[in-house]
């Protein structure tokens, strides 16, 4: 540890004062404290009663160590700090009751399922102080990795920074059937991967300054399930990474330290067709991956994120940061190869409904302008448009921003059809709730609609960067 300069502060405050340099210091490898085992968040599988499956959900302040011997302000769920994993059955029905013991009002997104849009948990279901709300959904999903957020409208970027956020796991008899690794906490895990940045008083103050505004809010410091530096043990040959980018600002290029190869078994949506090999992946905020890690070599493998199309916050940092060591406990036999056919991944479906156009634009000069849908900053009072229940559109993202951004979908899930003319890579060609587009890029997606219909309630469309989608770059239409 390099010698810590003898402050009239560190003197005062003694042994706080030392740790409190640590955050400026921690992302420096040779300061990387002692790893910690990964803690999985718990896994909440509801009771059932009245024939629903019933969760109760309370949103609260809490304090979290993320630093040594520092408590840090937070918000989480059920917890200090993010919430339980919620395991959805498909074809029941669940209840969420979730109640705000926040001061302030806040809204809870349930981000990739296909629900009335009453239900979902956009800016128009605020839950007020000290109420509890219950929206009541059968689950139509596909098995997957799913996820619930903070959605109250301004707000979206400071309640996920402070901690909002959880995993939904949905279960179905296709996935249950495929002979994968699902046994949660032993070859089944939960990565949620967010980047903090800490104030010398260890506290996570949400103060994006213009520079966060226009790149999205950065910190220096990597969390894994809120946890700086993890490491996790493995007793088992092949593992099941479920990993979700619940950061709000920052797109991670996955790899490991070794060139560890890795295969990409589902998307946003759950299981791909076929399993994909890859030796790197782009994961954008509100994206969710689950990859097969083959460690039957004994060796441990490092999980690096590299921060992707964004300059590095912080001077001193080359962007690439270490997530999580990945320990085998022992050596294995080689594995016998995964099976070629995951599921039966229904085909893009045929356009029978509209296809429109929206173009991510900036408005004025230079790098300070709004950020805009189709000419528009976000109007809460105004319903962009609305669709037919049922029908199969075609939705084209066209970003003349100088910037990356990851456009997301509420109500369901989409098929990407096509980058720039040409068909996603495999990875891609799986369901989506989120796409990433890069600038000057044209995407294509087709979405079939639900086939709930309301005139009242609307679905959100935004930009999952949640500095962009705060200040603005968020639409809604309706079903009818
Ligand atoms: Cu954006």
């Known amino acids: 540890m390099p010698n810590m300069k003898l402050t009239r502060r560190s003197t005062l405050?003694?042994?706080?004062?030392?740790?409190?340099?640590?955050?400026m210091l921690a992302y420096h490898p040779a300061m990387a404290a002692t790893p910690k085992r990964l803690m999985m968040p718990k896994l909440d599988e509801g009771k059932l009663q009245d024939g629903l499956r019933q969760f109760s959900l309370s949103v609260a302040m809490g304090q979290t160590e993320f630093l040594p011997g520092i408590q840090t302000d937070t918000i989480g769920i059920n917890a200090d700090f993010l919430g339980p994993v919620l395991l959805l059955r498909a074809n029941e029905t669940a209840r969420l009751n979730v109640t705000n013991l926040?001061?302030?009002?806040?809204?809870?997104?349930?981000?990739?399922?296909?629900?009335?849009?009453?239900?979902?948990?956009?800016?128009?279901?605020?839950?007020?102080?000290?109420?509890?709300?219950?929206?009541?959904?059968?689950?139509?999903?596909?098995?997957?990795?799913?996820?619930?957020?903070?959605?109250?409208?301004?707000?979206?970027?400071?309640?996920?920074?402070?901690?909002?956020?959880?995993?939904?796991?949905?279960?179905?008899?296709?996935?249950?059937?495929?002979?994968?690794?699902?046994?949660?906490?032993?070859?089944?895990?939960?990565?949620?991967?967010?980047?903090?940045r800490f104030d010398a008083a260890g506290q996570i103050p949400y103060a994006p300054n213009m520079h966060d505004k226009m790149a999205g809010l950065q910190g220096d410091q990597m969390l894994v399930n809120g946890q700086i530096g993890p490491e996790l043990s493995v007793e088992v040959p092949l593992i099941r990474l479920r990993v979700l980018n619940g950061s709000n600002g920052s797109i991670y290029r996955l790899h490991f330290a070794d060139g560890h190869g890795f295969t990409q078994i589902a998307s946003d949506g759950g299981l791909l067709a076929s399993p994909v090999i890859l030796s790197d992946s782009l994961l954008a905020p509100g994206e969710r991956a689950e990859f097969l890690l083959d460690v039957?070599?004994?060796?441990?493998?490092?999980?690096?994120?590299?921060?992707?199309?964004a300059e590095a916050p912080f001077s001193g940092s080359n962007g690439i940061r270490d997530l999580l060591r990945i320990a085998p406990v022992r050596k294995w036999q080689a594995q016998p190869p995964l099976p070629q056919r995951l599921s039966e991944l229904e085909a893009i479906p045929r356009q029978t409904g509209e296809r429109r156009s929206f173009v991510l634009s900036m408005s004025g000069q230079g790098m300070m302008?709004?950020?805009?849908?189709?000419?528009?900053?976000?109007?809460?009072?105004?319903?962009?448009?609305?669709?037919?229940?049922?029908?199969?559109?075609?939705?084209?993202?066209?970003?003349?921003?100088?910037?990356?951004?990851?456009?997301?979908?509420?109500?369901?899930?989409?098929?990407?059809?096509?980058?720039?003319?040409?068909?996603?890579p495999p990875q891609e060609a799986g369901l989506k709730d989120v796409v990433l587009t890069h600038p000057g890029e044209v995407v294509e997606v087709r979405m079939t609609l639900p086939d709930y219909r309301d005139k009242d309630a609307p679905y959100m469309l935004h930009c999952h960067i949640l500095e962009h989608e705060d200040a603005g770059m968020m639409g809604q239409f309706t079903v009818v």
């Open 369 to 424: 302008g709004d950020l805009l849908i189709n000419g528009a900053k976000y109007d809460h009072q105004r319903i962009d448009f609305s669709v037919a229940a049922g029908s199969t559109e075609t939705w084209v993202f066209e970003n003349r921003t100088e910037m990356l951004h990851p456009m997301h979908v509420h109500a369901g899930q989409f098929h990407i059809v096509s980058r720039n003319g040409k068909p996603p």
């Open 102 to 196: 926040l001061s302030e009002q806040i809204a809870l997104h349930w981000h990739g399922l296909n629900l009335p849009a009453r239900m979902d948990g956009g800016p128009h279901q605020p839950i007020a102080p000290a109420a509890t709300w219950q929206p009541e959904f059968p689950v139509l999903g596909r098995a997957g990795t799913y996820w619930y957020h903070a959605h109250q409208h301004g707000k979206t970027g400071e309640h996920v920074w402070k901690g909002m956020a959880g995993v939904i796991r949905v279960e179905d008899d296709e996935e249950a059937s495929v002979p994968l690794p699902r046994s949660y906490g032993n070859d089944d895990f939960i990565l949620v991967l967010q980047d903090r």
């Open 296 to 309: 039957s070599d004994g060796t441990p493998a490092l999980l690096l994120a590299e921060l992707f199309g």
């Open 13 to 23: 405050l003694g042994m706080a004062g030392g740790l409190l340099a640590a955050p």
